[in-house]
Structure formats: C-alpha cells, structure tokens
C-alpha cells in the first residue's frame, strides 16, 4: 500500500539593483568583424563599456577616412564621440582599403580621455 508523503518546497525572493555598479572600475572592449577582410569589404566594430560616457574609434593607416570627418579628427579614420550605455555597434560599410589598426579610447561625461581604457584591434585587408 503506497503511502503518502508531503513534498517540501521553497522559494527563493530576489531583487536586483544596478546601483552597486558605479563603484566599478571603467571598462571598455572593441571587436571588429571579420578581423580578415578584402578591400572595402564591409567591417563591423563592436564595443562594450562599463562606467564610459563616450567612445572613439580611430585608425592608424592615413589612408582611410569618414567622410565626412568628424570635429577635430586629426588624420585618418575617426567615429568622433559616440555616446555608450554599455554596447554598442558601429558598421564601416565601405570597409578599409588597406590594413588598418583601430583604437577605442573611452571618455568621462566631460570628454576627457580615461587612462588606460585604450584597446585595439587590427584589421588584416588582403
């Protein structure tokens, strides 16, 4: 005869709060996608952020540009500022003709640059 047995459960009550994020270190990462391309073949950058107001991408190889160029870009590729809550995607559509290296300096609220938030990746164009 089979013989009842009661199931002992219970439950677990959570909350979640962000606020504890703050005290984070900034943080900021760049992927590009296909790191491997042909000329002008279309290349996406991705990046994420923690605690970064702003981020910049810029280029190293002088051949490649915006157009048209941002506010004080310098020489070469150049996003200018672009505003992050945590991610973001920015899709070069004509690609790069020519090998590229790519930097993603992060900023504060004021644009200043923060110290070593600078990761780079390299664009290999064959």
Do not use: K
């Not at 790069?96 to 300096?105: A, S």
Request: charged share 5%; proline share 10%; no cysteine.
């Amino acid at each position: 005869m089979p013989t009842l047995v009661p199931l002992i459960g219970f439950s677990l009550l959570a909350t979640y709060n962000s606020s504890g994020d703050a005290l984070l270190p900034p943080q900021a990462a760049l992927v590009a996608v296909p790191t491997l391309a042909a000329p002008l073949q279309e290349v996406v950058l991705v990046y994420t952020t923690l605690n970064v107001a702003y981020v910049r991408i810029t280029g190293n190889n002088h051949v490649d540009y915006q157009a048209p160029p941002p506010p004080g870009s310098l020489s070469g590729f150049d996003t200018g500022f672009l505003s992050t809550s945590g991610s973001g995607i920015y899709q070069v559509q004509n690609g790069f003709t020519v090998g590229i290296m790519l930097t993603l300096t992060a900023y504060d609220a004021t644009h200043t640059a923060i110290p070593g938030l600078t990761p780079t990746v390299t664009i290999t164009v064959t």
